[in-house]
């Protein structure tokens, strides 16, 4: 299974990126998708999420302004950054909770991650 991510780059604030996420391998059932960042220096934070029935959940500090999105049928997903700004520079990881077989385990699986610079 991958997870492999793209739409990273350098935007000036106030500009928008579209982030997507492409899952492919052996998959039997995704349950849960996120995006998660890591900017310089921090740890990893979850972004936002979607389940297999949509339902989705933004941490605060891009309520409004990021829109997280999947399509289930394609395993893939994609996160629409409006109004961004340089806080919002990091690596940007998308992830997914995953069964590979019909007897297999949930599983976390995890994309190399794509940068996102905001510049001032």
């Known amino acids: 299974v991958q997870l492999v991510e793209s739409g990273g780059g350098l935007v000036q604030a106030g500009g928008s990126l579209r982030l997507s996420c492409i899952a492919s391998?052996?998959?039997?059932?995704?349950?849960?998708m996120a995006w998660y960042r890591q900017p310089p220096g921090k740890q990893r934070e979850l972004v936002a999420s979607i389940t297999s029935l949509g339902s989705t959940n933004y941490t605060d500090s891009v309520k409004g302004r990021f829109t997280i999105s999947r399509h289930n049928e394609k395993n893939t997903m994609s996160l629409t950054m409006n109004t961004l700004k340089p806080e919002d520079t990091a690596v940007y990881y998308c992830?997914?909770?995953?069964?590979?077989?019909?007897?297999?385990?949930?599983?976390?699986?995890w994309g190399q991650g794509t940068q996102v610079t905001v510049s001032s």
């Open positions: 992830a997914a909770n995953m069964k590979y077989s019909i007897l297999s385990g949930l599983r976390d699986y």
């Open positions: 391998g052996d998959i039997f059932s995704i349950r849960t």
